[in-house]
């Protein structure tokens, strides 16, 4: 079947994944019977799959399917599965929306970034659960990276700490995505959190004692009464972002708004 490896970019050969992500016309021979398609046409026939049924169903079969083309011809454009996910994800990148805010104070443009990221990640799901510790280097990359660092740029931070408040900021939204879709499946694969709770509550009044686990309790009831189950990631995306915000506030020594 060809499956998507270990979800991780750069973990193909370094040389020829740049030249495609770049389209250097020298990674892609211009001889052969399977030249009726292009990278970008495999690259988004794979996005496709992983869109509507996860990394999984990413395999050179299936996207060859999708093409009309056999799946060895796939080789000629993307020679194995660890470049086309950095492909994938950089092209995802590229076609991010980016809003222009030019002049608006520094929590409003990194609450753009945080949305824009967050937006990504409900589009394609997938992204959320790839790891990027070398990221794909190509334009989507660096014209998504160049964009953001823009958010935190004259803030008097240097650029250490840019790119480290930036890198926080994304791995926060990226934890986030995948902890709510997390809770999406389990709504989808079993009863919802009302009916969980409800069918769990009797076994939970037996065996919580709340001399044995005061704070478990208190506080477990206080956050599931508010929320009406034990996660919801509406709050936990709000608060987490306030959190992340007045730490930069204090670091380029501002007031924090959220006190």
Excluded: C
């Excluded at 770049?22 to 496709?48: I, K, M, N, Y």
């Excluded at 506030?249 to 501002?254: H, K, N, P, V, Y």
Aim: aromatic letters at 6%.
């Amino acid at each position: 079947m060809f499956p998507i490896p270990s979800p991780r970019t750069g973990a193909g050969d370094p040389a020829r994944t740049l030249r495609l992500l770049w389209r250097d016309p020298a990674a892609v021979p211009r001889h052969g019977p399977s030249q009726q398609l292009s990278v970008d046409q495999v690259v988004a026939a794979a996005t496709t799959l992983a869109d509507a049924e996860g990394l999984e169903a990413v395999t050179m079969r299936r996207i060859a399917q999708r093409l009309g083309v056999a799946a060895m011809s796939l080789y000629t454009y993307v020679s194995g599965k660890a470049e086309l996910l950095d492909l994938m994800l950089d092209a995802a990148y590229l076609r991010m929306p980016r809003a222009d805010t030019t002049g608006q104070p520094w929590r409003q443009r990194l609450t753009a970034i945080a949305a824009e990221n967050r937006a990504l990640f409900q589009a394609h799901p997938w992204a959320a659960a790839i790891s990027t510790a070398r990221p794909p280097l190509g334009p989507g990359q660096m014209a998504k990276y160049e964009h953001e660092l823009a958010a935190l740029d004259g803030l008097g931070l240097d650029d250490i700490q840019i790119d480290a408040a930036l890198t926080h900021l994304l791995a926060f939204v990226q934890a986030w995505a995948r902890a709510a879709a997390d809770a999406q499946a389990a709504g989808r694969e079993g009863p919802d959190d009302e009916q969980w709770w409800a069918a769990n509550a009797p076994l939970l009044a037996k065996v919580l004692d709340p001399a044995a686990y005061p704070l478990a309790v208190r506080v477990g009831t206080a956050a599931g009464t508010a929320h009406g189950a034990a996660y919801s990631p509406a709050h936990a995306y709000d608060f987490g972002l306030r959190v992340i915000l007045d730490g930069l506030a204090a670091l380029i020594d501002e007031k924090p708004l959220f006190s």
